[in-house]
Every structure is written in structure tokens, then in C-alpha cells.
């Protein structure tokens, strides 16, 4: 007799998206993401504004969900929703959610890290190779920029993270010195394709270890603009394309130099990316070709779940179930602390 197929009902709400995700074993049966478009003018997450958005869509996210994947409530096995970290605002309405419908329905409720959900989004069935482990993944997302080494699904250490800013982070802020909207990373990267990269040349920083700077970037990007701006007005406008593909060469130049010497000096050659930034067009080319030149198997997420997404909550969410790991109705959101597991 084969095993029972068990079906999840993932959550996520930890930033401007509210997303829910209907999985069974690794297939994912629905993922639908409402994305909160009022924060474009504010040139980044709003959180008041944020939180108050999820509260009027997750009810309607996760109906669409279970609609799309023609689940009913009955046949799910667990709700595992988003715990941190992210904004506390935000993390409350789907922590708040979540235990409410596990309540009503006396579902088991699983907690998941939003950072080893994005790393786990790669065990998602889309027919290709998965990881194997040991494997390194470099996470990049909004918030977080992390090498973290992945030994098992629940068992991963992070070997070097950034000390400001995150990846993420310096796309958005870079583009709102440049005069785009939030978030900034994808037009950033539009722009970036037809610039050259190497026209203009910007700060790179010295840390310790596997760790990662990005704020020295951004003040160097600014600094530079503001004396162009002083003796030609239209220099933005001008050199656009050209400052996109800069920008991007210098923050993927930062973030390679420590993912080839985390791999040189672990051995592991197993490679793979997570998070908002793995979305980029030139990161995901650069990975590819310097996989080529040294021989590592590199791992690429779909588009979909390189941003937030149910999708990898409800998958973190099946390796917690698989062994067991529950929470219970005393569980509340955490916005900063690492808890230690998925
Ligand atoms: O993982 P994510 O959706 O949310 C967090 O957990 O933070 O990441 C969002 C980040 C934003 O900073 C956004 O600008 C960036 O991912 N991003 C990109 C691209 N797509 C999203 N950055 C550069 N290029 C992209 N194509
Ligand atoms: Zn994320």
C-alpha cells in the first residue's frame, strides 16, 4: 500500500504579500499571491498599510487557494503559516489567521522560518534535480543576504550574513535614489540589461569572514549622483541604463566573491540561490556560467518562488510534519528573532 498523500495549507504574510499555497506531498496543487501595490509611491513597505492589506486578503487568498487546487478544509492535514522573521504587523494577521482556522477545523498548526522556507521552496516538485546535500545556498531577499550551509532539510547553519543592508535592500534603496519606484530590484534589473556595467565604478566593501556590506555601496551610489546631478540636471535620465548595470555588476561582484570562497573553502559544490534577488536575471546567468568554470551544480528557483510565496511555507511546512514538529495556540509571530528551525 502506498503512503497517504498529505496536503498542506501554507501561509505567508510576513512582508506586502499575502499568499496562500495548497500542497500535496511536494506538488504544488495552487500558490496564489495578492501583491500590495499601495506602497509603489512610498518608496518602500509601509507597514501599517501592509498589515491593514493582508487583513482584507487573506480571507479571499486562502479561498482561491483551496478553489484553484479543488481542496476542501477537510482534506487538509496541516496549516503551517509564516512566524518570522518579518514585519511584526504583518506576521501577526497570517500567526492570527492560522490558529484561528486550526482552531476551528482542529488542524495540527505548523510555525515556519520565512528564511528556511525560501531555501526549501528548491524541494518543490517541477521535475528537475533537487539539491543534494550538503549544499550551500546564498539567500537573498529584501530583508536577509545569507550563506547558509543546508546539511539536511531541518538542519542548516549560516556561515556568513550582512552586516547593514541586505541585497535586496540596496536594489530598492539604489532605485530610489535613482528616482523608480519600490520595489526597485526588478526595474533595476530591467534597466540594467541594456546599460553597461562597466561605465561607472562604485565602493566595494572590506569584511570579515563570509559576510556581506551594502550600505557603503549605496552611500558611494549617492554621493556620486549628487555631484553629476550639481553640473548636469538631466544626468539620471542620461545615464540611466548605464548606473542600473553598474549597480547590479557591483552588488553581484559582492555577493560572488563570497559564495566562491565559502564553496572553495568548504568543498561543497553544490550551489543554489533563494529569496526576491534570486528573481535576477543577471544573478541567475551569472550563476550559471560561473557554475560552468568551476565545475559546481548550480540550483535556480522557478521565478515564482524566488519571492515570497505560500508555496514554500506549505513545503518548510511538509518537513516539519514529516517529523512531527508542531505548534500550538500559544505560538505568536516573531518579526526579528532566529528561531532555529524551519
Ligand atoms: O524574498 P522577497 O520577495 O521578500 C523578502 O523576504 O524580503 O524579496 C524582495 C526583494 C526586494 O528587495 C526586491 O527588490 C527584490 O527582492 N527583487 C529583485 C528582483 N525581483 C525582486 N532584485 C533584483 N532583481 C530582481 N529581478
Ligand atoms: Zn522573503
Same mark, same amino acid.
Given at each position: 500500500?502506498?503512503?497517504?498523500d498529505?496536503?498542506?495549507l501554507?501561509?505567508?504574510s ?9 500542497l500535496q ?7 496564489i499571491?495578492?501583491?500590495?501595490k499601495?506602497h ?8 501599517e498599510?501592509a498589515?491593514?492589506a ?21 482534506e487538509?492535514?496541516a496549516?503551517?503559516f509564516t512566524?518570522?522573521?518579518g ?9 492570527s489567521?492560522?490558529k484561528?482556522?486550526?482552531?476551528a ?6 510555525d ?7 531555501i526549501?521552496?528548491h524541494f ?9 546535500f550538503p549544499f ?6 529584501g530583508g ?26 540596496a ?7 535613482l ?13 540594467a ?5 562597466l ?11 563570509y ?9 558611494s ?9 550639481k553640473?548636469n540636471?538631466?544626468f ?12 547590479q555588476?557591483?552588488?553581484?561582484k ?5 559564495l ?6 568548504t568543498?561543497? /559544490? ?9 528573481a535576477n536575471?543577471?544573478l541567475?546567468?551569472?550563476? =550559471? ?9 548550480v540550483?535556480i528557483?522557478k ?10 511555507i506549505? =513545503?518548510?511546512?511538509?518537513?516539519l ?17 532566529e528561531?532555529? /528551525?524551519s
Amino acid at each position: 500500500m502506498g503512503q497517504k498523500d498529505i496536503v498542506i495549507l501554507g501561509i505567508e504574510s510576513s512582508c506586502d504579500d499575502t499568499s496562500a499555497s495548497v500542497l500535496q506531498n511536494n506538488r504544488v496543487l495552487a500558490n496564489i499571491t495578492a501583491s500590495q501595490k499601495v506602497h509603489e509611491s512610498y518608496g518602500g513597505v509601509v507597514p501599517e498599510l501592509a498589515s491593514r492589506a493582508h487583513q482584507q486578503n487573506i480571507v479571499p487568498v486562502v479561498h482561491e487557494a483551496l478553489k484553484k487546487a479543488g481542496i476542501s478544509m477537510q482534506e487538509i492535514d496541516a496549516i503551517a503559516f509564516t512566524r518570522g522573521p518579518g514585519l511584526m504587523g504583518s506576521l501577526v494577521v497570517g500567526c492570527s489567521f492560522a490558529k484561528a482556522l486550526a482552531l476551528a477545523t482542529n488542524l495540527p498548526l505548523i510555525d515556519v522560518n520565512h528564511m528556511h522556507a525560501h531555501i526549501l521552496a528548491h524541494f518543490i516538485d517541477e521535475g528537475i534535480p533537487v539539491p543534494k546535500f550538503p549544499f550551500i545556498c546564498l539567500t537573498v531577499s529584501g530583508g536577509h543576504t545569507q550563506l547558509v550551509q543546508v546539511d539536511a532539510p531541518l538542519e542548516m547553519k549560516i556561515l556568513g550574513s550582512t552586516i547593514d543592508d541586505a541585497a535586496g535592500e540596496a536594489f530598492d534603496k539604489i532605485a530610489k535614489i535613482l528616482g523608480l519606484p519600490y520595489p526597485g530590484g526588478p526595474l533595476v534589473d530591467k534597466l540594467a540589461q541594456t546599460g553597461n556595467p562597466l561605465a561607472f565604478q562604485f565602493a566595494e566593501p572590506k569584511v570579515d569572514g563570509y559576510n556581506f556590506s551594502f550600505s557603503g555601496l549605496k552611500t558611494s551610489v549617492l554621493y556620486r549622483i549628487q555631484k553629476e546631478v550639481k553640473l548636469n540636471p538631466n544626468f539620471i535620465s542620461e545615464n540611466l541604463a548605464d548606473l542600473c548595470a553598474s549597480v547590479q555588476h557591483t552588488i553581484l561582484k559582492i555577493l560572488f566573491n563570497q559564495l566562491k570562497r565559502v564553496s572553495s573553502d568548504t568543498g561543497i /559544490r553544490e550551489i543554489a540561490i533563494a529569496g526576491g534577488v534570486s528573481a535576477n536575471s543577471g544573478l541567475r546567468n551569472q550563476l =550559471m556560467e560561473t557554475g560552468k568554470q568551476l565545475n559546481w551544480n548550480v540550483f535556480i528557483p522557478k521565478f515564482e518562488y524566488c519571492t515570497d510565496n505560500a508555496a514554500m511555507i506549505a =513545503m518548510a511546512g511538509k518537513f516539519l510534519f514529516d517529523k512531527g514538529i508542531f505548534a500550538d495556540q500559544t505560538v505568536s509571530a516573531q518579526a526579528r528573532k532566529e528561531f532555529n /528551525r524551519s
